[in-house]
């Protein structure tokens, strides 16, 4: 029995599967509307997180499943102090396969190894949200065509952004990636990821202040949000926040095939100007987020549709 | 598409098919026990309001639908700051409908013009709530044969009643309704309902303070909550508040055929002793609550059922 | 139209019908994959308690039915200050059945008078559970093969443990069964049940400081939490906590086929070394509960199948 803990626990070629199928679903929903009747998934969210949650709920249903859990820790038995473990055998007995959403760091995978159902990250602190990076793969190959050759430019808070390090973790497993970090100075991305993953593997990357100066060589503009609490002082938060926010005027300098991509949800980081323009991809990105999530849901539980 | 904002979103004979379609749903529920399989409300409740999520989530589910949302905003990303129109643009990747209830007045209204999906006003703080004016209609039609040549008396607070406000206007679009307004004066009818929907449509209408007043000439009487709090002062609410609560005594006073609806929930104004009455249909209201919804849903989704 | 409200609502022979039907089930699930095709049970829970919740949901999915309801009382109208009575009432036209938790004594019973669909209790407050009992019979029952001829220790808190008190009246309806009651003098089981129910039975029981004292003895071993709050003062406590701490070297003074039940949440009363023993049957019980709350959702439907 396989979980998902991190976006790199599938290889590349098990990743290419996994995308063929979400593709082949996106194509052909009605073959897959019954593969998974009466099945169930369970969606443990100790904290709020309502965009995946439905979207997990929304694959399951779309296979002919059903879904269970609770959507916070507060209408949940957490409180009485039961550990993950037991919570994640007790629910092996309530359904196939689960969701689980944790404040904290590496309880999914503490649930995992107690489970009798294959366990999902969904979303453990800052760490791990391995179905946003599948998302964010599935959008890029499915309106690119590809993910190799490509030049992606990855904007805001790259020192906290989680989403942005395992997209980078891994898109670097694909040749011919270039990778434009646009971030304040204050939220540059991670030594880590600087040294251990772009240096160590040899891809071409820059970082850079301003999203004007990357715009223009961007296949792909991976947005996320800056928060004003991140910065040092008001005074630079003021100074720096318009450098990081998309709007029209912004979008003339990229080509005409750059996609916006954005985990959502967005405050106000790309202007809602923006949303009519065909290269804005962040609600397309929803929609293959719940295809992706039904491969995965098939590929965990083994079911085949032929 | 589609939405439903309003209850005068339909016309008069737009709703006597819909309310025809729920009584055929009434008559013969296996007919459309299916007409819904594979596909999904979501209610977004931004505020709790158990009776009408579950009265929606039933209504899909007796179509062979399915149901996901949430039911408090506590529980849903709106903390996180998202607006309503990129809520339910990521909804609309989830669902193939929506039933949004929300503490501000035109919040629907802003989504469904965002969205992909048919969106239905469930309760928008105290503006609109038209699918309980849809329920009070096909419970007075089907239980008295019409909408037109009727007296109903509404009683209660006159003045905040959105529901009350939302039949009167429904009602003034058949011949010959007359309306008895039963309130404290605190509490009466406001002036645009008074003058720009009573007196223009002009139907017959007369204001009164007592209940027992009114109680023998009525076909319906709607009742509705008195709260404390309305009053300005508590001698006044004291004063007044037994001319508002309905009981076996009052209820000798009413002709035989007389119905008794009510919004729900009460607190104390219909005594429980008048639940085994005959004329009391609130809770049959309930259950048309549900038909009418399976109607809109069907009618919204274009679903036809031969 | 029938109800549960007590484990002792069924006679011992309706009880057999219950298990043999709850192990069919546990031995044809596919049989009953559809029995509650279309239809749907309401989960009221007044305060939360998920691993309950989600059975019933789970015992209703595997069905082919579907769950609506609420997780707890502030995501419902209970705030509103509404009446169980009126609530269900109301939640008759939603769903086919319900399954009632409240804080209060007695909510589900006054529910029940009120109820067009069966409701079951699901636990009020520390009155009755009885679907935990019924889950612990068939437990026994499964894996021992009887309710008759065991000799069963209740151990922990046996002056509060609502699951203790039930499955003690449950049990001296089978000939031959022995009690071993083991706890701190503090939380030894209520006058009430010594007299009323073991003595007025004849069963025979004994009462014990020291689980090491009992468990040579035992068939089956029923664990609970001992509160530290239940404690008059934190000496006791600490002198008394590990002897209700169940280890890996107190079940090497068990019999080999001793079975340890517990109905969960744990907090530390079982080792965790204890879950690998073939005897640790805690987590075998929650799935019996499903099957259970299977056979009691067709049982109270008056739903057949061939």
Chains 1, 2, 3 share one sequence.
Do not use: W
């Not at 995308?19 to 998974?36: F, G, S, T, V």
């Not at 395992?166 to 204050?186: G, Q």
Request: charged share 25%; aromatic share 8%; hydrophobic share 40%.
């Amino acid at each position: 029995m396989r979980h998902l803990m991190s976006p790199l626990d599938f290889s590349v070629e098990e990743l290419e599967h996994l995308l063929d199928l979400a593709n082949d679903i996106e194509q052909n929903p009605e073959k897959y509307a019954h593969a998974c009747d009466g099945k169930k998934i369970a969606t443990l969210f100790y904290e709020p997180s309502t965009r995946t949650r439905l979207s997990f709920e929304a694959a399951m249903m779309n296979l002919g499943g059903k879904a269970l859990g609770f959507s916070s820790a507060d209408s949940s038995s957490a409180s009485k102090g039961e550990s993950v473990s037991d919570t994640i055998r007790v629910v092996s007995c309530f359904a196939d396969i689960c969701a689980m959403r944790h404040p904290k760091e590496g309880a999914p995978l503490v649930a995992s190894l107690a489970s009798k159902i294959p366990v999902i990250n969904a979303g453990d602190g800052g760490h791990q949200h391995p179905t946003q990076t599948l998302t964010d793969l599935l959008t890029i190959r499915s309106l690119k065509g590809r993910l190799d050759n490509i030049t992606i430019g990855l904007c805001g808070d790259l020192k906290f952004g989680r989403t942005v390090h395992s997209l980078i973790e891994a898109l670097v497993r694909y040749p011919n990636v270039k990778f434009v970090l646009i971030s304040p100075e204050e939220l540059c991305i991670p030594d880590y990821i600087r040294e251990d993953v772009l240096k160590a593997s040899g891809h071409e990357f820059e970082e850079v202040t301003r999203l004007e100066d990357a715009l223009p060589k961007l296949d792909v503009l991976y947005m996320t949000r800056v928060q004003k609490e991140r910065f040092f002082n008001e005074d630079d938060y003021v100074r720096m926040k318009d450098f990081y926010i998309l709007d029209k005027e912004k979008m003339k300098l990229a080509g005409p095939d750059m996609l916006v991509l954005h985990p959502l949800p967005r405050v106000n980081e790309i202007s809602t100007e923006v949303d009519s323009d065909p290269r804005a991809a962040y609600f397309k990105q929803v929609q293959y987020g719940v295809y992706v999530r039904m491969a995965l849901i098939l590929t965990l539980l083994e079911v085949k549709v032929c």
